[in-house]
C-alpha cells in the first residue's frame, strides 16, 4: 500500500517561514520514484482544496497556484521520496491544513486538478497569525 507522510505544520507569525515535508512509500509496482508527481494541497476552513505546488519527479518541472508564486517553492530529493515545500512570506491567508499527495505514471490530467492524485497524506497544519 502507497503511503503518504508530511510534517513541519505549526503557528508562525506572518512574514515567518515553514518548510513542509513529505515521504511517499510503497511505490506501486512497476513504477518508481522517477515517474510520480508530487504535489502539495490545502484546505482551509470552509474552503474547497487548492493545489498550491506540484513537482514531477522525473524532471522537476514545477506548477504553483498564482496565490503562492514567488513566495513557494517546492522541491523534491527522490533517493528519498521525498517532496518540500518552502514556504516564505507567510500570510493568514495561508492558514490551512496542508496535504502531500503523488501518484505515479504518466497522465493526461493537469497538475493543478485534485482528481490528479491518488495518494494523499493526512495532513499538517499550518497557522499563520498576524
Known amino acids: 500500500q502507497v503511503q503518504v507522510a508530511e510534517s513541519g505544520g505549526g503557528s508562525v507569525q506572518a512574514g515567518e517561514s515553514l518548510r513542509l515535508s513529505c515521504v511517499a512509500s510503497g511505490v506501486p509496482s512497476g513504477q518508481t520514484y522517477q515517474n510520480a508527481v508530487m504535489g502539495w494541497i490545502r484546505q482551509a476552513p470552509g474552503k474547497e482544496r487548492e493545489v498550491v505546488a506540484a513537482i514531477y519527479t522525473g524532471g522537476g518541472n514545477t506548477y504553483y497556484a498564482d496565490s503562492v508564486k514567488g513566495r513557494f517553492t517546492i522541491s523534491r530529493d527522490n533517493p528519498k521520496n521525498a517532496a518540500f515545500l518552502q514556504m516564505d512570506d507567510l500570510k493568514p491567508e495561508d492558514t490551512a491544513t496542508y496535504y502531500c499527495?503523488?501518484?505515479?505514471?504518466?497522465?493526461?490530467?493537469?497538475?493543478?486538478?485534485?482528481?490528479?492524485?491518488?495518494?494523499w497524506g493526512q495532513g499538517t497544519q499550518v497557522t499563520v497569525s498576524t
Open positions: 499527495a503523488t501518484d505515479w505514471g504518466l497522465k493526461l490530467i493537469p497538475w493543478h486538478k485534485l482528481e490528479r492524485y491518488t495518494y
